[in-house]
């Protein structure tokens, strides 16, 4: 029997890969857990109308990421900080503050958990933030930070 996986099986193969199994292993393993089905012509027909349309969603996706990307690079942020002693900046800047500066000053909704920040930003000075928008698309916010 011809079955075409809707899911990973770990003995067996990955999602979209159709593979031979046992009579029995398929009627009453595979099909009745939906790990698969039958691998006839009508089926093949939507799975690759599903896969044409994936395709489809994922490429508008790419588009959209791509465009919001050129937004944001064209942008810019400035946050205030409190000065400690010898210049330095009392505190840090977070994700967290970083997207609400985002939101007031240049009206862009960016998720915090987008923001790739490996330390806080503890200088004052022009900073350039690495936000992940897309699997391939990584856009540069620059963050201004000044004395208060």
Known sequence: MDIVLLQDVKSLGKKGQIVKVNDGYGRNYILPKKLGIEATARNLNELKLQKANAEKV???????AKEL???????SVTLKM??????????????????VAARE??????DKKKLVLPDPIKTFGTHEVPLKLHKDVTAKLKVNVVEE
């Open 58 to 64: 994922a490429a508008q996706e790419l588009a959209d």
């Open 69 to 75: 990307a050129s937004k944001i690079e064209a942008a």
């Open 82 to 99: 409190k000065a400690g002693v010898s210049g330095r900046a009392f505190g840090s800047v977070s994700s967290k503050e970083i997207a």
């Open 105 to 110: 000053q240049i009206g862009m909704e960016i």
